[in-house]
């Protein structure tokens, strides 16, 4: 059964970048829907901040428009999440999320920490 590791969070000042890592163990991505989110603390629900097709199409939640950049290397079976201009309120758990849609199974990581304080 394929797993998905994140990695890359940590603390960081308003204004500043954080590069998330989601890398597929165990399976690859070339036919998944890959997707981030977050939770905010003390939040019981997911924000979907972005979404890339297979096809690598993304799109981007309003809350991050602009500052987020999502890619994928299915040959390395991991997508990305390049953050810029982090601000208080990106501060939450990220999970990225696979979706393969030919056998409509999903899978989530464990999450990443990412927090933006001065």
């Known amino acids: 059964q394929v797993q998905f590791v994140e990695s890359g969070g940590g603390l960081v000042e308003p204004g500043g970048s954080l590069r998330l890592s989601c890398t597929a163990i165990?399976?690859?991505?070339?036919?998944?829907?890959m997707s981030w989110h977050r939770q905010a603390p003390g939040s019981h629900q997911r924000e979907q901040v972005a979404?890339?097709?297979?096809?690598?199409?993304?799109n981007y939640g309003i809350n991050v428009l602009g500052r987020f950049t999502m890619s994928r290397d299915n040959a390395k079976g991991a997508v990305y999440l390049q953050m810029d201009n982090l601000q208080p309120e990106d501060t939450g758990d990220y999970y990225c999320?696979?979706?393969?849609?030919?056998?409509?199974?999903?899978?989530w990581g464990r999450g990443t920490r990412v927090t933006v304080s001065s």
């Open positions: 999320n696979a979706w393969y849609y030919i056998s409509n199974e999903e899978y």
């Open positions: 165990g399976g690859d991505i070339t036919r998944a829907q």
């Open positions: 979404i890339m097709s297979s096809r690598g199409d993304p």
